[in-house]
Nanobody
């Protein structure tokens, strides 16, 4: 089994930046695709970004393209989501997940508990 723990979420002003971390334990993330999803209050969980198991491919939802960057460091068994030019619409609980690569949450077998990101306008 793999456990995932997100961190880095906090209150930030609009226009600011945050870097979320996702650290795995119990199993190496080598060859696992990593995805970031988010869920705002009263809304369904939505896809944010994904990176392939070899790190060569990334894919983003349109609303974060050019602002967010997903990355991974297999040596640290971790993945990251760098978020720039944040807006109030980015306020949500952010989850990382490990599994295949893509925007479908069903492709991911392991999920973290989430970290809260709140952007004040």
């Amino acid at each position: 089994q793999m456990q995932l723990a997100e961190s880095g979420g906090r209150l930030v002003q609009a226009g600011g930046s945050l870097r979320l971390s996702c650290v795995a334990s119990g199993r190496t993330i080598n060859n696992y695709g990593i995805g970031w999803f988010r869920q705002a209050p009263g809304q369904e969980r939505e896809f944010v970004a994904t990176i392939s198991g070899n790190g060569f491919n990334t894919y983003y939802t349109n609303s974060v393209k050019g602002r967010f960057t997903i990355s991974r460091d297999d040596a640290k068994n971790a993945a990251y989501l760098q978020m720039n030019r944040l807006s109030a619409e980015d306020t949500a609980v952010y989850y990382c997940a490990a599994g295949w690569y893509g925007n479908n949450p069903d492709a991911y077998a392991y999920w973290g508990q989430g970290t809260q990101v709140t952007v004040s306008s």
